[in-house]
């Protein structure tokens, strides 16, 4: 994920849609304790101030420094840029030598990490028993079928520009590997949320420019969101400045670490 976003990191802050608070109020009510949280690909802080309302303390991690100087600052969340594969080092420094987390939150961004070295920091820090991992993307929003329709015209348009990760948003990360035990309805999902919000046509646009394969394209000379495009959305929406109703759909991976892992960790220490 690294250098993805930094060129427009303000527009990203800017752009990109919050999580729905029944989401957070849910992982709180499934780790036993909240003490400490660690948010990981944290951009702007979009998902560590909703996670700070409900755990003591929240390390919230990037490897952009350009997205984490637009979060917000709160006092119970300490932001650190870290490299990009995290060494155990580097993350014993953040969480403590002990580290027991109680909650590990990756809001759109597991797609682009390695997963074999964030899954193995997760089984050594995350809290056993009780400890809750979760992470979660969005999918293409809609608003009505004409503005959908272009959507998917245009998303179809920036699929040669967007890293391999994507393909895991693509199948709403249901098959994306997730090793661990399942702590809400014998699964580990993904559960479906939503996020609703009202947006003027300017702001709408928006989210599209702050997609990394936009950038991508642009860097290569190509303006995904040239003016045929935008007239297109424009007829579509109507007045420009009415608000619309835009709705993500956000898809939940949510575990604990599995018993017998916890128990080898267990008598190796021993």
């Known amino acids: 994920m690294a250098g993805l976003f930094d060129k427009q990191s303000d527009l990203y802050a800017a752009a990109r849609p919050n999580y729905p608070d029944s989401?957070?109020?849910?992982?709180?009510?499934l780790s036993r304790d909240h003490h400490l949280a660690w948010d990981v690909g944290t951009g702007n802080g979009q998902a560590a101030v909703e996670v700070a309302k409900y755990y003591q303390k929240v390390v919230a991690t990037d490897v952009s420094e350009e997205q984490l100087a637009l979060a917000p600052r709160?006092?119970?969340?300490?932001?650190a840029v870290t490299?990009?594969?995290?060494?155990?080092?580097?993350?014993d420094r953040l969480l403590g030598p002990e580290a027991i987390v109680d909650l590990i939150t990756v809001a759109q961004a597991l797609h682009w990490f390695d997963l074999d070295i964030f899954y193995s920091h997760v089984r050594r820090v995350l809290r056993k028993p009780g400890g809750i991992v979760a992470a979660w993307c969005y999918q293409l929003p809609s608003?009505?079928?004409?503005?959908?329709?272009?959507?998917?015209?245009?998303?179809a348009a920036s699929g040669p520009y967007w890293a391999h990760g994507r393909r895991w948003v693509e199948?709403?990360?249901?098959?994306?590997?997730?090793?661990?035990?399942?702590?809400?309805?014998d699964s580990?999902?993904?559960?479906?949320?939503?996020?609703?919000?009202?947006?003027r046509f300017d702001e709408f646009l928006m989210y599209f420019k702050s997609w990394s394969a936009f950038q991508t394209a642009l860097d290569k000379g190509i303006n995904l969101l040239n003016e045929e495009v935008m007239k297109a959305f424009?007829?579509?929406?109507?007045?420009v400045e009415e608000l619309r109703t835009v709705t993500w759909p956000v898809y939940v991976l949510i575990g604990a670490v599995p018993s017998d892992v916890a128990l080898t960790e267990a008598t190796a220490s021993g």
Do not use: C, M
């Open 23 to 29: 989401l957070f109020a849910l992982l709180a009510s």
């Open 188 to 199: 580990t999902g993904p559960f479906i949320h939503e996020t609703k919000l009202q947006k």
């Open 83 to 91: 490299s990009k594969t995290i060494e155990r080092e580097e993350l």
């Open 234 to 239: 424009a007829d579509a929406w109507g007045n």
């Open 171 to 185: 199948q709403e990360y249901r098959t994306i590997r997730f090793p661990f035990a399942p702590v809400l309805h």
């Open 143 to 155: 608003v009505s079928p004409a503005i959908d329709s272009l959507i998917e015209e245009y998303y």
């Open 74 to 79: 709160q006092p119970n969340i300490e932001y």
